[in-house]
């Protein structure tokens, strides 16, 4: 079935260190992209999405592309900051409402002043 | 304009106990999607409600139980509650052109004793 996989954690960066999560998918079809995230007391929010291939989302900074030949689509972010501190989300839907959303496991991030 | 609302914010109860859990979708939202997320874990999809009826349902046993409403709030119900019930468990609304993002709640934590 279709399934995220991405880079355990936590995963822990000094302000303004570059920074990139790792995240692979299966799924049949052609499915949206997603990182959602989880900042520390607060609801899922979504940071960025990329609907077919070679996309790039974008959003605070963060970026991710969608590789359809390497069936990933990793987070990156230039320099980190303190308040980026959250558990980020990969995660893709295959449905054309994009309303039934399969997650990873999540990544913790913490970053050190 | 007020997000999804869920309610209520946590919850104990035991064994074999039920339990109702209810969200208000954002304004303007007509799909309602329960998800659970154990702790550590990514969000599992449970089962969506469109126009009153179940549109899509995850692998979730028939204990998870669901309900929408004509103003398009939703309720979730789990009968014969297990230790492994224990989650917080988020709603999200969205609209059902597929043309906006989801939006997630803050979630029930529910933890059975």
């Known amino acids: 079935g279709d399934s995220v996989t991405q880079m355990e954690g936590p995963v822990t960066l000094s302000e303004e260190a570059f920074l990139t999560i790792n995240c692979t998918y299966t799924a049949t079809g052609y499915p949206s992209l997603f990182w959602y995230v989880q900042y520390p007391g607060e609801g899922l929010q979504l940071l960025l999405k990329a609907t077919k291939a070679d996309d790039k989302g974008s959003n605070k900074g963060f970026e991710a592309t969608y590789r359809k030949e390497t069936t990933s689509f990793h987070l990156e972010k230039g320099s980190v900051q303190v308040s980026d501190s959250a558990v980020y989300f990969c995660?893709?839907?295959?449905?054309?409402?994009?309303?039934?959303?399969?997650f990873g496991k999540g990544t913790r991030l913490h970053i050190l002043p | 304009d007020a997000g999804v609302t869920q309610s209520p914010t946590h919850l104990i109860k035991t064994r074999g106990q039920q339990v109702t859990l209810r969200c208000s979708p954002k304004?303007?939202?007509?799909?309602v999607s329960w998800y659970q997320q154990a702790l550590g874990q990514g969000p599992q999809f449970i089962f969506q409600?469109?126009?009153?009826?179940?549109?899509q349902r995850g692998n979730f046993p028939d204990r998870f139980s669901g309900h929408q409403f004509p103003n398009y709030s939703s309720e979730l119900n789990v009968n014969a509650l297990l230790l492994g019930d224990s989650a917080l468990y988020l709603c999200a609304s969205s609209s059902g052109q597929g043309d906006q993002p989801q939006h997630f709640g803050d979630g029930t934590r529910l933890s059975i004793l």
């Open positions: 409600y469109y126009e009153e009826e179940e549109r």
């Open positions: 995660a893709l839907s295959t449905t054309n409402r994009d309303d039934k959303i399969i």
């Open positions: 304004s303007g939202h007509d799909t």
